[in-house]
């Protein structure tokens, strides 16, 4: 059993499980993060309300335009649940653009995103309804749109909602066509050189 589970159902403060985080080794941030199950992750979306991840929580300046940063993430569905995320300043750094990196991307595509910063008080969208105005990096997978099929099933309409739980954690809610999904997922950035 992972200690955050064990934070997070003993009704620790969102402050305590961040500095438990923040404290933590890379490899055990990403450990205790992918073994949260659905509830967890429900229960910690909700102690996170209030708190909106931004774009520096997902591409921090340091990284620069153009440069991905990877995102580790556990979602709560009964299958495929590892995942990874990468984001990547656009060119104008004021957007960030990122993808869907796992093992069902050659059938279901990589779910191409587009993130702007938050409204004031309001959480932040990875928004599928929008996709790069151009291919992102060389390495990155052929730009697709998300109402294409077989990709519609997966990716058309979706919207997360994602808020911060710690400097490297963030914790999301999937919404389709503007309703909510029983769906939720947590995401551990990479660390970065200094």
Known sequence: ???????IRAGASLEEIAQFLDQSSE???????????GKDQARLFELAEGHPADLEQLVPNQAGNGKPVRHFGLNSLPAFRKFEKRFMRGENGEQIWGYNHQA???????GYFVVD???????????YTRIPDQQPGADWPKLKSNEA????????????RLRRVSRHVSIGHAWRRGKPMKNWFVLCREELPH
């Not at 490899?27 to 199950?37: A, H, N, P």
């Not at 910063?117 to 928004?127: M, R």
């Open 104 to 110: 069902t991307m050659g059938l279901v595509g990589p």
């Open 1 to 7: 059993m992972s200690r955050l589970g064990e934070m």
């Open 117 to 127: 910063a938050p409204e004031s008080g309001q959480d932040l969208l990875i928004d």
């Open 27 to 37: 490899q055990v941030r990403i450990e205790e993060t992918r073994s949260l199950g």
């Open 149 to 160: 099929l077989p990709t519609r099933f997966v990716f058309g309409g979706l919207q997360d």
